[in-house]
Nanobody, 122 residues
């Protein structure tokens, strides 16, 4: 049974940093691309960031480029999203996903976590 469990969400003030983690089990983690999505209330899900299996390729949405960094530890079967210079518009539920990523916004993610809330407010 595949499980992706996110952690690290919470409340932050504008300009703060948060680090999200996603622990994976039940899948061949080292062969999967991993990604972060987010969904704010009343908005469509947004593809935020992705990383390929070897961490040699990454993707960032324009809205987070230069502020967020995705990384992974295949030994620990974890993927991370370091979020710096947070803005109120970063407020959303953040989801971890695993599967296939073909570059850019082309992907097929089969596995999803339950999400973790990030709230940025002064």
């Amino acid at each position: 049974q595949v499980q992706l469990v996110e952690s690290g969400g919470g409340s932050a003030m504008p300009g703060d940093s948060l680090r999200l983690s996603c622990a994976a089990s039940g899948l061949t983690f080292s062969s999967k691309a991993m990604a972060w999505f987010r969904q704010a209330p009343g908005k469509e899900r947004e593809f935020v960031s992705a990383i390929n299996w070897s961490a040699s390729m990454t993707y960032y949405a324009d809205s987070v480029k230069g502020r967020f960094t995705i990384s992974r530890d295949n030994g620990k079967q974890e993927v991370y999203l370091q979020m710096n210079s947070l803005k109120p518009e970063d407020t959303a539920v953040y989801y971890c996903a695993g599967g296939m990523w073909y570059g850019g916004t082309n992907y097929e993610f089969d596995y999803w976590g339950q999400g973790t809330q990030v709230t940025v407010s002064s």
